[in-house]
């Protein structure tokens, strides 16, 4: 058989079946369109939800203070060797400044 022989063979049952040939066609494409739909939702809800939080939890924004550390006593604040570990100092910001995550997302509050 030739190569036209087996067109004429699939092009005659495509006609015999055409109810068939039109709900696979119908159901592949509805298909398609569900995975592109949800893969849209996805992504949408995604990016809505990080901009959200970084909105309320100001998650894209760095606070440095200097002082005490968290926790301590007023006690130990009057001795002034605790807090030099503790100390921001210039040196301390400009290596902070040069991070590359950081460089776009840090604000110095002094």
């Known amino acids: 058989m030739k190569l036209s022989d087996y067109l004429r063979l699939g092009w005659d049952q495509l006609k015999r079946r055409i109810v068939v040939t039109v709900l696979c066609a119908a159901g592949i494409a509805i298909g398609s369109a569900s995975i ?42 009057s001795d002034p060797a605790a807090m030099k570990p503790y100390a921001l100092t210039k040196a301390k910001l400009e290596l902070i400044r040069t991070l590359p995550m950081l460089r776009r997302l840090l604000r110095i509050r002094r």
Do not use: C, W
Not at 50 to 74: A, F, V, W
């Open 36 to 77: 592109v739909v949800a893969l849209a939702f996805g992504e949408s809800i995604n990016h809505y939800s990080r901009q959200q939080m970084s909105y309320y939890l100001k998650s894209d924004e760095i606070t440095l203070r200097s002082g005490r550390p968290p926790g301590e006593t007023n006690a130990a604040t």
